[in-house]
């Protein structure tokens, strides 16, 4: 069946230091993937995604690289802020009627300066 | 564009008491709408899938007769809480999509707290 696996966190870094959350998928056909952030009391956002293999999605200095050949999806950001603090989410979309949105079980982050 | 709703964004109740959170689609029409829950310091569960028009299909474990659906237009689905109780305490979030090809998104969330 479909899943996504994300690294078990807490990740705790400090400011301007570099992030990666690693995400691998399992799906049959050819999903797209999404990365969601959601902040502390909050809803989930959107932070970016990507719909076919070798796309990049990005949004606010964080990338991800949709890699087929690795089932993998990883969260990246060069320079992490204090503000960055929250939870995220990798997703799997198959996109076919119906269907929700399959997560991860998300990673929390949390920056300190 | 694509602002999805929830109302209320936070309700106390006593056990017993049956409550209703409303997901709305802001601007645009929603054929398939999902609830979520979401416990603390953990993952979104589906609880249910809603189709404009057609009776909800709920995941294995979701008691349908407790968590009552209806998705009577395409911009307005509503969750029913029917006779809450403190266990059912949680994070019930709303998605909506346009159409199978699209991107979901997701509304605010309410938190649901019963005394």
């Known amino acids: 069946g479909n899943s996504v696996t994300q690294m078990e966190g807490p990740v705790t870094l400090s400011e301007e230091a570099f992030l990666t959350i690693n995400c691998t998928y399992t799906?049959?056909?050819?999903?797209?993937l999404f990365w969601y952030v959601q902040y502390p009391g909050e809803g989930l956002q959107l932070l970016l995604k990507a719909t076919k293999a070798d796309d990049k999605g990005s949004n606010k200095g964080f990338e991800a690289t949709y890699r087929k050949e690795t089932t993998s999806f990883h969260l990246e950001k060069g320079s992490v802020q204090v503000s960055d603090s929250a939870v995220y989410f990798c997703a799997l979309d198959t996109e076919q009627a119906g269907t929700a949105l399959i997560f991860g079980k998300g990673t929390t982050l949390s920056v300190s300066s | 564009g694509a602002v999805v709703s929830q109302h209320p964004s936070w309700v106390i109740c006593k056990s017993g008491t049956s409550v209703k959170i409303e997901c709305r689609s802001l601007d645009f029409q929603a054929t398939t709408m999902f609830w979520y829950r979401q416990f603390p310091k953990q993952s979104l569960m589906l609880m249910a899938t809603?189709?404009?028009?057609?009776?909800?299909?709920?995941e294995q474990g979701v008691e349908k007769d407790k968590f009552l659906i209806n998705h009577a237009s395409l911009t307005l689905s509503t969750l029913t809480v029917t006779s809450a109780h403190p266990e059912d305490s949680s994070f019930y979030i709303c998605?909506?999509?346009?159409?199978?090809?699209?991107?979901?998104?997701f509304g605010p969330g309410t938190r649901l707290l019963v005394l």
């Open positions: 799906a049959t056909g050819y999903p797209s």
């Open positions: 809603s189709n404009e028009g057609s009776k909800a299909t709920y």
């Open positions: 998605s909506a999509r346009r159409h199978s090809q699209e991107t979901q998104y």
